[in-house]
T-cell receptor, first 113, second 112 residues
Framework: GEDVEQSLFLSVREGDSSVINCTYT??????LYWYKQEPGAGLQLLTY?????DMKQDQRLTVLLNKKDKHLSLRIADTQTGDSAIYFC?????????????FGTGTSLTVIP | NAGVTQTPKFRILKIGQSMTLQCTQD?????MYWYRQDPGMGLKLIYY???????DKGEVPNGYNVSRSTTEDFPLRLELAAPSQTSVYFC???????????FGDGTRLSIL
């Protein structure tokens, strides 16, 4: 099966950087994603990276991919209280698996004012 | 933009009752999915569909059924509700190039 693992909790002070980590087991993953879930809401796609990339930056978000170690991270610069949420890492191998997605258990980020 | 719309948002069922969770998308996506999310857990795939008329089981299909008669709609049916099916249910659809998944706001279902 597919295993995507994340630490459960992270606390940071407002204005600091947050780094959320994720490990996955399947080296044939084609796409890797980060989603944000606020209380009582659905999952919102934050950013994604193709497996042939090492890094992607999008405003305050930086995604780093280490394929050798099967490690994905999400860095949020200048973390704000509105960033408090659960962050899910996910992977997909595309059409080879009917475009199925595999999710981690989520990291709950708490931003302390 | 409507995106992925799920109804109802909340529902309480008695054990043994049946119901259909509705999901519709207006993005002309071929791929659609149903997940359940239990407290402190990630998302578990129940069923998915790669196009109208085609459905496949995911990781946790027991107790559920789906149909996909149109591209837009992907209803999920619970025939005999059990307490273990108390959960938050999310419907999603995805484009294929790039492969990006969009979620509805969820249906919170309690079975008592």
């Amino acid at each position: 099966g597919e295993d995507v693992e994340q630490s459960l909790f992270l606390s940071v002070r407002e204005g600091d950087s947050s780094v959320i980590n994720c490990t996955y087991t399947d080296s044939s993953s084609t796409y890797l994603y980060w989603y944000k879930q606020e209380p009582g809401a659905g999952l919102q796609l934050l950013t994604y990276i193709f497996s042939n990339m090492d890094m992607k930056q999008d405003q305050r978000l930086t995604v780093l991919l280490n394929k050798k170690d099967k490690h994905l991270s999400l860095r949020i610069a200048d973390t704000q209280t509105g960033d408090s949420a659960i962050y899910f890492c996910a992977e997909s191998k595309g059409a080879n698996t009917g475009n199925q997605f595999y999710f981690g258990t989520g990291t709950s980020l708490t931003v302390i004012p | 933009n409507a995106g992925v719309t799920q109804t109802p948002k909340f529902r309480i069922l008695k054990i043994g009752q049946s119901m259909t969770l509705q999901c519709t998308q207006d993005m002309n996506h071929n791929y659609m999915y149903w997940y359940r999310q239990d407290p402190g857990m990630g998302l578990k795939l129940i069923y998915y569909s790669v196009g109208a008329g085609i459905t496949d089981k995911g990781e946790v299909p027991n107790g559920y059924n789906v149909s996909r008669s149109t591209t837009e709609d992907f209803p999920l049916r619970l025939e005999l509700a059990a307490p273990s099916q108390t959960s938050v249910y999310f419907c999603a659809s995805s484009s294929s190039q790039p492969l990006l998944q969009h979620f509805g706001d969820g249906t919170r279902l309690s079975i008592l």
